[in-house]
């Protein structure tokens, strides 16, 4: 059926952007190459990164089973409290190349590089040349988006999904065939299958921007979108129907629940729980945070609108949130009148609502937050200042359209000026700079005859400057510095940064500012772990000097809940012993602290209690029958916490039955019970 498009308006749209220009394939070109040059640059410095996600990788390298669960042991006790797609591109990879930090992390890298090719795509195809490689640069020099592509989070991943679907729904918009809503649906399902419930912030803004914008009558329209729907579950749910299916006592607990339920997981700890602070299971829920403004965030921080500003987020993400903001609303204005299946508009619908809802449920959630969530916004963002920079650039002859290209410079250079104000012995000269080219700026901008011919060109390399300097200068020190642990952030130290536990760059007696910083988070967090939590009540633990100088992550070389297990050679030469002939080669409580020893060994070391080591698996008989059986050699005392909110963990039952029934032995300070004897 052909689909019934509206009349123009009186008011003739904007000329269509060329289509294409000489010189944009060697900018394109540079621009990816460039990339990819900076996300693989010095990558195995930041070794294992999470390595509760590597030791995953480990077991889905060698186990088809733990691949497809996600499992964090190649015998399958437990998985991660996550999906397993963005698991599976990085196992396959170790599958091929062998286990190492780089044939885990190039895949994440290589998503970077493909996020910021999709995205200059996506935004050329409505804005042109220009537009687009702005864009793409935009988010490639983003700094949490330069930690993301290096790091072995889902996030990588989800966003290049994300933007998947934002590029599909465009071409939906465009004519209206129902295919491209089913993909739109698909890459939603895919990405709830790498990081569940959070793609779902974008699906409101791709349904609304269709439904407003798409080709067909609104009938039409509304059944196609069930069809996105249909999409959506089918490409999301026959693994879920297959885990729930899957007899519970012939796969993997299901990590992060407390009964052993993918649904639970879903809706609970990493759904609704993450809204209200109800996370069961979870070191900490809502309230008010110590010392901190706004509403209350418990461990994670205040809430408010003001969140993504604040010192833990604002270096992340925050240096271009006024100008998309303002862009978005003046852009909307310009292109107004313009039909309703206007695709530039839709353009600025879809990306303005992805920044509004996912920003604002930052902002306001009760649950776990952390700083590197912000990744999340880097695309629309990015989108909305390539796009809206250049659709008012090309009306500057109008008077109202030249002050606010300089209202928008202007507020990125007080934007910059506060965050580098965080961190005054960081390239000091920078914010000078960026303040007096900032007041030149938006000045040039006012004055119709600098904005035209040569001086036009200065004017815009001024504006390139203050936007970007900032966020290209913390980039480059995010990817000069390693990150390793759960909890990490982009960019040098800032004081009073994380709101949560982990932030410092040492982590929890780790490095200061001055020191080696693996965790990569702002200093000053918290200071010391909350009661109960670095190794379980009763284990004896003796846990060594960590040798990397910035352990950090609550637990020293026998790692923490926060940070992974550093084993030395002769816990590592002691583990091996007869490995063969056991099925775990150790057990030890949180995946953190199993997942150093796994990935010295290469051999599984069950995760008791899961991430947070409040999981009910595996319970204390289950644990007793698998000693009696002869399946696990070693206990390794200290790990994770234990316990947590509304938990029924087991950990705790676990390590005192241990202690009172075997022998502790001192190896490279890490106490084990030989389970054997």
């Not at 070794?47 to 990788?57: K, L, M, R, T």
């Not at 480059?476 to 990490?488: R, Y």
Request: charged share 10%.
């Amino acid at each position: 059926m052909t689909a019934t498009v509206e009349q123009e308006s009186v008011v003739a749209p904007l000329p269509e952007p060329p289509r294409s220009v000489h010189w944009e394939p060697w900018a394109l070109g540079a621009l990816l190459v460039g990339t990819g040059v900076a996300y693989i640059w010095g990558l195995g410095a930041s070794g294992w990164a999470n390595s509760f996600y590597a030791a995953a990788v480990q077991a889905g390298s060698v186990s088809w089973k733990a691949f497809f669960f996600g499992s964090s042991d190649a015998a399958n006790a437990i998985t991660v409290d996550k999906p397993p797609m963005s698991l599976w591109l990085m196992s396959l990879s170790v599958r091929i190349f062998g286990l190492s930090s780089w044939a885990m992390l190039v895949p994440q890298a290589l998503l970077g590089v493909g996020s910021v090719a999709l995205l200059w795509g996506t935004v050329r195809r409505c804005f042109g040349a220009a537009a687009g490689l702005l864009a793409g640069l935009v988010l490639a020099l983003t700094p949490v988006a330069a930690l993301m592509f290096r790091f072995n989070n889902p996030d990588a991943l989800l966003v290049l999904l994300m933007i998947a679907a934002v590029w599909a729904m465009m071409r939906a918009v465009e004519d209206g065939r129902t295919r491209w809503l089913v993909l739109v649906g698909v890459f939603c399902g895919f990405g709830f299958l790498t990081k569940q419930l959070q793609v779902m912030l974008v699906v409101p803004p791709l349904a609304l921007t269709y439904l407003i914008a798409g080709p067909p009558k609104l009938g039409k329209r509304v059944i196609q979108l069930f069809a996105a729907l249909g999409g959506l579950i089918v490409s999301a749910g026959w693994w879920l129907a297959i885990v729930e299916l899957w007899p519970a006592d012939s796969r993997p607990w299901i990590g992060g629940s407390q009964n052993n339920s993918i649904l639970e997981l879903t809706l609970g700890y990493n759904g609704l729980g993450r809204l209200s602070g109800n996370e069961t299971g979870s070191v900490g829920g809502g309230g008010a945070a110590p010392g901190g403004g706004g509403g209350g965030g418990g461990m994670w921080g205040s809430t408010g609108i003001t969140r993504l500003f604040e010192s833990a987020q604002g270096g992340q993400i925050a240096w271009l949130i006024p100008a998309a903001l303002i862009l978005l609303v003046a852009a909307i204005v310009v292109r107004g009148k313009a039909p309703r299946v206007d695709t530039q508009r839709a353009s600025f619908i879809v990306w303005g609502l992805w920044l509004l809802v996912t920003g604002l449920t930052f902002s306001f959630m009760a649950g776990i937050f952390h700083a590197y969530y912000t990744v999340a916004l880097a695309p629309a963002i990015a989108a909305l200042v390539g796009s809206g920079s250049v659709l008012l650039w090309r009306r500057r002859e109008t008077a109202w359209v030249r002050i606010v290209l300089a209202v928008a410079l202007a507020a990125t250079v007080a934007t910059a000026w506060v965050l580098l104000g965080r961190t005054p012995s960081f390239v000091p000269w920078l914010r000078w700079t960026i303040l007096v080219v900032g007041i030149v700026g938006p000045a040039a901008m006012l004055i119709p005859a600098i904005t035209r011919g040569r001086l036009a060109v200065a004017v815009i390399l001024a504006a390139l400057f203050t936007g970007l300097s900032g966020p290209t200068a913390y980039a480059i020190d995010t990817i000069n510095t390693p990150h390793t642990g759960s909890i990490v952030s982009a960019g040098p130290s800032v004081q009073g940064g994380m709101g949560g536990p982990g932030g410092g760059r040492g982590g929890f007696g780790g490095a200061g500012d001055g020191g080696v910083r693996p965790t990569g988070g702002p200093a000053g967090a918290m200071g010391t772990p909350p009661t109960g939590m670095g190794q379980a009540p009763g284990a004896g633990a003796t846990p060594g000097t960590a040798t990397d100088g910035a352990r950090g992550g609550m637990g020293g070389s026998a790692g923490g809940l926060l940070q992974g297990s550093t084993p030395g050679a002769a816990v590592v030469e002691k583990l091996e012993e007869n490995a063969d002939q056991f099925t775990w080669v150790a057990a030890a409580i949180g995946s953190n602290s199993a997942s150093g020893y796994q990935l010295a060994t290469e051999s599984p070391v069950m995760a008791i209690g899961g991430f947070n080591g409040s999981d009910p698996s595996p319970t204390l008989e289950q644990f007793q029958q698998y000693v009696a059986d002869g399946k696990i050699h070693f206990f390794i005392a200290g790990g994770g916490m234990g316990g947590g909110m509304n938990a029924e963990g087991t950990a705790t039952a676990i390590s005192a039955w241990v202690t009172e029934n075997f022998t502790a032995t001192t190896v490279d300070g890490v106490t084990l019970y030989d389970l054997t004897v």
